[in-house]
Nanobody, 135 residues
Framework: QVQLVESGGGLVQAGGSLRLSCAAS???????????MGWFRQAPGKERDFVAA????????DYAHAVKGRFTISRDNAKNTVYLQMNSVKPEDTAVYYC?????????????????????????WGQGTQVTVSS
């Protein structure tokens, strides 16, 4: 079980930048970084959408088309934290942003660097942080 807490949300003007953080607690990183991480967002009245994902060691990333080139996902396994750097934000980026973790397949040699882009592939979720982009 992993507990995730997002932070860094708030009000930002279009074109500005925001950095979201997701801190993990519990049995997250012991001998290996064993969790793929993802960011999702949900606007009122809409479904939860994939935003970005990063593999266990950070070697692979993936982004939704809507944010590609503007957002950057990264992780610091030593700090049990994943980040979402949001640049050139747009009003349509307004949503509650959630981070999530997915247990990867691991061995003594390390963990897979697979990416997960479906919500049902993630077992643990944070409470969400509101991001509002004004025009």
């Amino acid at each position: 079980q992993v507990q995730l807490v997002e932070s860094g949300g708030g009000l930002v003007q279009a074109g500005g930048s925001l950095r979201l953080s997701c801190a993990a607690s519990g049995r997250t990183f012991s001998s290996y970084s064993s969790y793929g991480m993802g960011w999702f967002r949900q606007a009122p009245g809409k479904e939860r959408d994939f935003v970005a994902a990063i593999s266990t060691g950070g070697r692979n990333t993936d982004y939704a088309h809507a944010v590609k080139g503007r957002f950057t996902i990264s992780r610091d396994n030593a700090k049990n934290t994943v980040y979402l750097q949001m640049n050139s934000v747009k009003p349509e980026d307004t949503a509650v942003y959630y981070c999530a973790s997915s247990s990867a397949t691991c061995s003594v040699y390390g963990c897979s660097e697979d990416l997960y882009i479906k919500a049902d592939q993630y077992a643990d979720w944070g409470q969400g942080t509101q991001v509002t982009v004004s025009s």
